[in-house]
């Protein structure tokens, strides 16, 4: 049984897998303050309510995009987990070509993301990870990481307009019925989110326009991704574990 960790900028989210099998799901948040030792007794915790043990994980693959949070879980996987874990950064083998001028800037929840949509819907495509920043990668019929966009998330969106404001209140991230509100919070959700699809929509097309490929699949994952996708026809395939499935697929080309 493989341990994959996804460690993002709020949360940290973890996954059993049997191969390419998710046996168990879960999540924790990202807190900097926390030692290894609390983080060991909550994924322990979490591992035996799942019905398993620190016994059955044989290896473990993390990608991070917290530097200051990785010392910690290297050394939680070591006591608790007596192994030390897979980490995604350069040199190790992905499968995929990165393009990217300056490879060690590549966030290596994007790379997983980009080796899990490659292989399990093929090339070209488009990844989408709608997490606290939304950021798309664009990968050729070759297999080639080529790039892609970085933008503020839906929840960092909505919290500056409020937090920027002097009138403007708080309000629930949903999408509202018609794009015209009749009140400042409906204005509010109308402005964020269909305004957010818009410009999704239109990062996509300007995207397939440079892959010149029109007919590229367009894969989103992330917390915020079915707010989205809901209500967009430009996204093709909603697969929440894209991250965790591709950080299996890279311990399986690193493992031997």
Known sequence: MILALD?????????????????????????????????????LQLIEHAGYSARDVRGIVMSSVV???????????????GMEPMSVEPGIKTGINIKYENPRELGSDRIANAVAAYELY??????????????????SARGEFLGGAICPGLKLAAEALTERTAQLPRFELVRPETVIGKNTVTNMQSGIV???????EYLIERIKRELNSPNAKVIATGGLALLIADESKAI??????????GLCLIYGKNAA
Request: glycine share 12%.
């Open 236 to 245: 093709d395939v909603l697969d929440g574990l894209l991250t965790l499935k």
């Open 194 to 200: 269909y305004g957010y699809i818009g410009q999704v």
């Open 67 to 81: 530097p200051s949070i990785n010392f910690t879980i290297e050394h939680m996987c070591r006591n608790y987990f």
């Open 122 to 139: 093929g090339g070209p495509c488009i990844t989408i990870d709608f997490g606290t920043a939304t950021s798309f990668g664009a990968i």
């Open 7 to 43: 460690i993002g900028n709020t949360n940290i989210k973890c996954g059993l897998f049997d191969g390419m099998e998710m046996l168990s799901y879960f999540r924790v948040s990202t807190d900097r303050r926390k030692s290894s030792d609390e983080y060991g007794i909550v994924l």
